[in-house]
């Protein structure tokens, strides 16, 4: 079964500095990898998806995000933060059949002025 | 024009009362699922829903009952409500069918038991 971590559970950086948000998972095969990032008091929404090709995807909001197969990783990025970025991101992974979507526990980003 | 909607927004309840939380989509979605996220903000699926057939159902208490009446509902309906049943209750629904496996979500429920 598939299982996602995300290492950091809360980061605080300055607006105007760069950000990167770790997600590691576990699966046998090649996995369809989510960000989602969800505002206080909202549901969530999806910034960015890899399913196949080219290892780093372009998100929404100025996101992007790079899989390395080696590491098992799909780490989240964005060159400058800004206060609206302020939220919680959650990756997620799920199979090549589209299902056993699971969540990594959530990162909660905090944006200094 | 939302694409999926939950309601309510806010439910409040006493234990033992009996609820239900309506989902609908409008993006011709064939699968449908429901999530429980606690106050760590953990997400947890419950169930999903593929053209009116349950194809997951979690280890959550028989308590808890999906209903779909078509394609574009999921509806959720517990029984017997417990402390324990507090949380934000979302919606979600993909095109499994074509591939399409991101899941687009509903605003949330936030269910209170007292």
């Known amino acids: 079964a598939q299982s996602v971590t995300q290492p950091d559970i809360h980061i605080t950086v300055s607006e105007g500095a760069s950000l990167e948000l770790r997600c590691n998972y576990s699966?046998?095969?090649?996995?369809?990898l989510f960000w989602y990032v969800q505002s206080p008091g909202q549901g969530l929404q999806l910034l960015l998806k890899?399913?196949?090709?080219?290892?780093l995807v372009q998100g929404i909001k100025g996101f992007e995000a790079k899989f390395k197969r080696s590491q098992s990783s799909f780490n989240l990025r964005k060159p400058s933060v800004h206060w609206s970025d302020a939220a919680e991101y959650f990756c997620?992974?799920?199979?090549?059949?589209?299902?056993?979507?699971?969540f990594g526990p959530g990162t909660r980003l905090s944006v200094l002025p | 024009d939302t694409a999926v909607s939950q309601t309510p927004k806010y439910l409040v309840t006493q234990m033992g009362n009996d609820k239900s939380i309506k989902c609908e989509q409008n993006?011709?979605?064939?699968?449908m699922y429901w999530y429980k996220q606690d106050s760590k903000k953990f997400l947890k699926i419950m169930f999903s829903y593929n053209n009116k057939e349950l194809i997951i159902n979690e280890t959550v208490p028989n308590r808890f009952s999906p209903k779909s009446p078509d394609k574009a509902h999921l509806n959720l309906h517990i029984n017997s409500l417990e402390l324990g049943d507090s949380a934000v209750y979302f919606c979600a629904s993909s095109q499994v069918g074509l591939a399409v496996y991101e899941q687009y979500f509903g605003p949330g429920t936030r269910l209170t038991v007292t």
């Open positions: 997620a992974v799920c199979d090549n059949y589209g299902q056993n979507f699971v």
């Open positions: 699966y046998g095969a090649t996995p369809y």
């Open positions: 890899y399913f196949s090709g080219d290892t």
């Open positions: 993006l011709g979605h064939d699968t």
